[in-house]
């Protein structure tokens, strides 16, 4: 897998941290504590996968240092972002120095010490956000490698957090959330604190363009219509059309065997009344005018007419003139946003 330009950057800059200091130091033992780990592909070497993430091949062996170059063991994780730090050693030189003055033969001398400790430096980089070529949310970093790409929802580990806990913070199957974050292991023993991990994900496939903030999704199936899902999940035709932007202004490209948007996190549902005529429970606003007996409705949108109306729902334009009065003999007047009856 490429490293996230983000990484690469921040590791080559504190390498180059890393060789300023070795400049100054005495060699000693180094621990690792690794922050982020990638895992190899098969035929990966040290040098090629170092190049990967912006390192170079000793500070990849530093990070590793049990790892066999050149080889490299497919689908094993390596430390690619880490705490390199070495034991503090003192030293001690001494000077001595002399000072006179004419009053006096008095000689003094003092001795200074010094000490050099060695410094630990960090490769890690401050959060940024990068946005996932498969869904298009933007993605908050740092993350566990191997996170399905088409995640929707994050959470960021804090102290305390196990995945049984998060699961049932998000009302997630605790499968569903192994299966997005596989890097915290099948008994949840990665579950790295200061990472963020998927709590929810956009099914695939979805058309192009669907919304971002999009909450709720609806497989399209043969026979479906525009016209049948919104009335499904009682919701305006027009957000239906606003989220789903590929199906086109009359829903010519609804396409089967894709998911679509049925609900976002700040849509609400049309408010409805119960028409006193048949009992059957009418959305608002409606058309004034429309007959009491109506049992089935149409939200209209912006590029709505009559005629599409009529074609979507397989009735006359001459129904909905009779169903509808108020829209006039040439069907003319019909309101955006306001139900009109498509069936009685």
Do not use: H
């Amino acid at each position: 897998m490429m490293a996230p330009k983000s990484l690469q950057t921040g590791l080559l800059i504190l390498l180059l941290a890393k060789l300023k200091l070795a400049w100054g130091m005495t060699l000693v033992p180094r621990q690792v504590t690794c922050d982020y780990e990638a895992a190899a592909s098969s035929g990966d070497t040290c040098t090629s996968f170092a190049a990967e993430w912006g390192l170079t091949e000793e500070t990849f062996a530093s990070l590793n240092p049990s790892a066999a170059c050149p080889s490299l063991v497919a689908g094993q994780n390596y430390c690619m972002v880490g705490t390199i730090s070495a034991a503090s050693t003192t030293s001690s030189s001494s000077s001595t120095t002399s000072s006179s003055t004419t009053s006096s033969s008095t000689t003094s001398s003092s001795t200074t010490s010094s000490s050099t400790t060695t410094s630990s430096f960090t490769t890690t980089t401050a959060s940024e956000t990068t946005s996932t070529a498969a869904n298009g949310v933007t993605t908050p970093m740092p993350v566990q490698s191997g996170m399905i790409d088409s995640c929707s929802k994050f959470d960021l580990i804090k102290s305390g957090d196990t995945c049984a806990s998060i699961a049932s913070t998000y009302n997630i199957d605790l499968s569903s959330f192994y299966s997005w974050n596989p890097a915290v292991g099948s008994s949840c023993a990665y579950l790295d604190v200061g990472y963020y991990v998927c709590v929810d994900a956009v099914p695939s496939p979805v058309q192009s363009g669907i919304t971002e903030s999009c909450s709720k999704f609806d497989l399209v199936e043969s026979g479906d219509t525009c016209a049948s899902i919104v009335s499904t999940y009682n919701i305006p035709l027009s957000s239906f059309y606003a989220w789903n932007p590929a199906v086109g202004s009359s829903c010519a490209y609804l396409d089967l065997g894709y998911y679509v948007c049925v609900g976002t996190d700040s849509s609400t549902v049309a408010t409805s009344t119960t028409s006193a005529g048949n009992g059957i429970t009418t959305p608002t606003p409606d058309e004034p005018g429309m007959v009491s007996d109506c049992t089935k409705f149409w939200l209209v949108g912006s590029d709505d007419t009559c005629t599409s109306i009529a074609s979507s729902e397989d009735i006359t334009v001459a129904d909905i003139e009779k169903w509808n009065p108020k829209v006039g003999s040439t069907c003319t007047d019909v309101w955006l946003g306001d139900y009109i009856c498509v069936g009685v």
